[in-house]
């Protein structure tokens, strides 16, 4: 037993034996046996700062099996790292058998094969010191044994702990000042890494409602393809087999149904350019994220506006100008092409007391000289305006905080020249009775077109790359669809596109039949002056691949198709009223019902792949599409420019 006059030292002064072993006041062995506690839990250590100590979780040696030694609470020491929590030792440790190869406390060394590791050679002690140990000037280190070898009595007293380097910061969010007497605007999460998504309130407006797709991207793509090519198949079959018709009764043959005819080629010619489009699946464009820090890019927003109310204009520049982007990396430039006064004054009020960059450009129109409407009041201003990317937008849409932050990281290779977001409308009637939401266009049409590199420019919520402008000589002023030519210019100097269906824009759509028919009207002769000036299928430049040329083509001509579709249903009547025949009129009962049976399986098949199309969208067939303005969501959107 130890003498009650000994004095044991302070944990971390265990006086060690020549051998390295820890020995009492009174000389015997300290107890560490099977039903002793480690004196700490394991973990890592802190550094020791002296040149004769070893850093291990455990003391070294033999253990008498009869004294227990307990030690007072240990003093609080400042360590580099939190100790971990305690954790219980297996039962083979306590009694001291298994293999350790790290010292632990309460554990026998032993090796690999299960053998007890020899002890070591031992070193020569320092000078004894006397026991009991005087008090050290600084503070004993905490640890949890020792393994080196010293004589009994010996005292380490360590140096104070160096200070642990604090772990670096996270990227903290840099602010971008808005001058000395400003408050600062931060840059988004998005631009931290942060993933980048909606806010559910705002999916609302920016996406269309509905539940997620039915059936997966690919499996999508085979269904369409398959559909596409058993229409063709039963359509081939009815034209072959109406074609020999025609041929076996010619003489009986009328203008009517050789019209009739005709008619059908064109329809069947068609099929055929869906199924170039439809033959390659859509790419999978995922979210991407800004860079954690900067140099950000330099943007132009061009808004461009020509006699539209103040008030759609307002939200246009509030949205704009609330980008979750650098404010001192982009500006806002409203290009007024109808000399609006008071529009003009309300940019300078706006701009005097934001600080930001918002500016008014009005160009001067001179007599004689074209105009080129959008175009030449882009080309205009950009002579003004200098940015890295440019920005266009119309005057009735209203941009998404993450306009910017969403489409610019899309930007990965210097052959891409534009990106592309499709519209969303907000005031669209219940029912989409004239189809403004374009879904066929935008959701279904587009991604296909971007498998090919060839999507187009619609004119609005698109960010061009300024030297590839620069390279074409600005935006094409050869048709009133300046967004269209552009594309083919850029697709013609074998520049990339991407389209991404994500909705960064949200709008207004024509809400009168006559403004509904004016807009068409404008994209129809568009569309035909491309198809009439550029030839898109006698470009001479042979690197432009022969599916540019037919989806060039096609998206000219199919304007067209509305002639024969209003062919069709005047011939319908007409048949009827006057008893004419769609056959040579010397065609026998059985051409009449091998004519029903050839044309009901084209029919069906036709049908079932345009419901096949609209799979992925969701709720497209049972819900009614109503996105009617929500004033309050739409002030939650633009609300943190104005504040």
């Known amino acids: 037993m130890i003498p009650a006059t000994a004095v044991l030292p302070r944990r971390g002064h265990i006086p060690l034996d020549q051998h390295g072993y820890p020995v009492a006041a009174d000389g015997l062995y300290v107890n560490m046996g099977p039903t002793a506690r480690p004196l700490q839990t394991r973990g890592p250590t802190p550094t020791c700062q002296h040149p004769q ?226 033959s390659r699946p859509t790419i999978p464009r995922t979210k991407k994220l800004l860079p954690l820090s900067g140099p950000f890019p330099l943007v132009a927003i061009l808004i461009t506006c020509c006699k539209e109310k103040l008030d759609v204009l307002k939200d246009t520049v509030r949205a704009a100008l609330s980008q979750n982007y650098p404010a001192d990396r982009y500006c806002v430039c409203v290009l007024d092409d109808g000399g609006d006064d008071e529009l003009k004054e309300w940019i300078e009020l706006m701009a005097k007391q934001l600080q930001r960059g918002l500016w008014y450009i009005r160009r001067i129109k001179q007599e004689g000289v074209p105009h080129h409407y959008k175009a030449g009041n882009l080309n205009s201003a950009l002579r003004e305006v200098w940015g890295e990317f440019i920005a266009i937008v119309d005057a009735d849409m209203v941009l998404s905080p993450n306009f910017l932050a969403g489409m610019l990281p899309h930007f990965t290779s210097r052959k891409i020249a534009f990106v592309q977001s499709p519209q969303s409308f907000y005031n669209i009637h219940p029912g989409d009775p004239l189809n403004d939401s374009g879904i066929f266009f935008y959701d279904l049409l587009l991604p296909h077109r971007d498998a090919w590199g060839s999507a187009q420019c619609v004119g609005t919520g698109a960010i061009f790359r300024r030297e590839c402008l620069n390279e074409i000589g600005f935006f094409a002023t050869g048709s009133v669809t300046e967004d269209f030519d552009t594309a083919l210019q850029l697709h013609c100097r074998l520049y990339d596109s991407v389209y991404i269906q994500q909705r960064f824009q949200t709008g207004l759509t024509p809400w009168t039949l006559a403004t509904f028919i004016k807009q068409h009207q404008r994209w129809c002769m568009g569309g035909i002056q491309i ?113």
């Open 531 to 643: 198809l009439l000036k550029r030839g898109p299928l006698f470009i001479k430049d042979d690197r432009f691949g022969i599916y540019r040329r037919i989806i060039y083509f096609y998206a000219g001509a199919h304007w067209l198709l509305a002639f024969v579709v209003v062919a069709f249903l005047v011939m319908a009547p007409i048949l009827l009223f006057f008893d004419m025949s769609m056959l040579p009129t010397e065609a026998s009962p059985d051409d009449f019902r091998t004519y029903v049976k050839m044309l009901a399986p084209y029919l069906l098949l036709s049908r079932v792949t345009t419901q096949v199309l609209y799979l992925r969208i969701p709720g497209f067939i049972f819900r009614q599409q109503v996105r009617i303005r929500d004033e309050q969501m739409l002030e939650r959107g633009i609300e943190r420019a104005s504040n």
């Open 53 to 278: 100590a070893q850093t291990t979780s455990a003391f070294g040696g033999y253990r008498s099996p009869m004294t227990v030694f307990d030690f007072p609470p240990p003093s609080p020491v400042t360590v580099s790292h939190p100790p971990p929590p305690p954790q219980p030792h297996p039962r083979s440790v306590n009694r001291g058998r298994g293999s350790d190869r790290h010292g632990h406390a309460g554990r026998i060394p032993r090796g690999t094969s299960g053998t007890r590791i020899p002890k070591p050679a031992p070193t020569p002690a320092p000078a004894p010191v006397p026991f009991p140990p005087p008090q050290a000037s600084n503070p004993p280190h905490q640890t949890s044994g020792f393994g080196g070898y010293a004589s009994p009595g010996d005292v380490f007293d360590f140096p104070p702990p160096t200070p642990a380097v604090p772990p670096p910061p996270p990227p903290r969010r840099p602010d971008v000042s808005l001058g000395s007497d400003r408050r600062p605007v931060a840059v988004p999460q998005v631009a931290q890494g942060q993933p980048f998504i909606f806010q559910p309130r705002e999916e609302e407006w920016y996406l269309p409602s509905g539940g997620k797709p039915a059936v997966g991207r690919f499996s999508h793509w085979i269904m369409i393809l398959v559909g596409v090519c058993c229409t063709l198949a039963a359509s081939s079959v009815y034209m072959i087999w109406k074609l020999m018709m025609f041929v076996r009764l010619w003489r009986s043959a009328t203008f009517v149904s050789i019209f009739f005819f005709l008619l059908e080629c064109v329809l069947y010619v068609a099929g055929f350019v869906y199924l170039v489009e439809f």
